[in-house]
């Protein structure tokens, strides 16, 4: 029996990330699908789906110390699968298409504004020159899930409230465009990775989360939209206290991803 090479023995627990990203893709071209079949619930759960998958495939990475730059790459061309084609195909799918090649050019806009996030955080190197702390607490525009889920805000709204308002092409159209114009911007928002709980809130933390997920599970679009409100409200915080500590814009490293690649 013919000895084998241990350099291609592959560690399962390797490959438990990457599978994890895969599911991400899987669950943004899912989602492309039901704006197709004009599904439009599914479509938007089946890119917050995608969001949750890539906040778990970083964290797994890490706890299962699985790591390589195929992991890095993969989980970036994930990213603009789900976070940047998906949300602009589903929005041009609902409503932009109803002004033609203005709805299709601002689809366009929002894509590419991801594929540069994207791009911008793959091809620049560390840069010693910038803030440890803020690279830690802040990144640079709207980092991919967020600005997904923010891009289809105006359809969790319409699925709450039946509004025609939140359906307007022209409404969405400025909308949209202004989550592109943050995403690929300086502009710091909150990185949320340093915040500590006290021992003493362990129990009202996990109480918390129990009733957010009690709220997702019973009215996940109202939730959806308070939750989108309080992110929208938390970005001109974000720019008030960096400004006070650091001043000027977030560095153009992009930091929202420093911690969450995960490697195979």
Known sequence: ???????HIFPIRSLVPNTITVLAICAGMS????????????????????????????????????????????????????????????????????????????ALI?????????ARFNTMSQDAEVNAEERQDYFAGIPAPASAALALWPMILYFLTDMAIFKNP???IIYLGIIAALTVSNVPTFS????????EYVLFYLLGIAILAT??????????????????????????YHRRRFGGTASSQDASKTDDKNES
Do not use: H, Q
Not at 64 to 82: C, H, Q, Y
Not at 95 to 103: E, I, M, P, Y
Not at 192 to 199: A, D, G, Q
């Open 1 to 7: 029996m013919p000895n084998m090479n241990k350099n």
């Open 31 to 106: 989602a492309m699908r039901f704006a197709i079949l004009g599904r439009w619930e599914g479509a938007v759960l089946a890119v917050l789906i995608a969001g949750v998958l890539d906040g778990l495939d970083g964290r797994m990475a890490r706890l299962l110390k699985g790591s390589s730059k195929f992991g890095a790459e993969l989980d970036s061309l994930s990213d603009i699968v789900s976070f940047g084609v998906a949300p602009a195909v589903i929005m041009y799918s609902w409503v932009l298409r109803d002004v033609k090649g203005v709805g299709w050019l601002l």
């Open 110 to 118: 929002f894509t590419i504004a991801m594929a540069l996030r994207l």
């Open 170 to 172: 022209v409404l969405c």
């Open 192 to 199: 949320f990775k340093k915040i500590n709980i006290k021992r």
């Open 215 to 240: 709220m997702l599970v019973t009215n996940v679009w109202a939730t959806m939209s308070v939750v989108g409100l309080i992110y929208i409200l938390t970005i001109p915080m974000a720019v008030i």
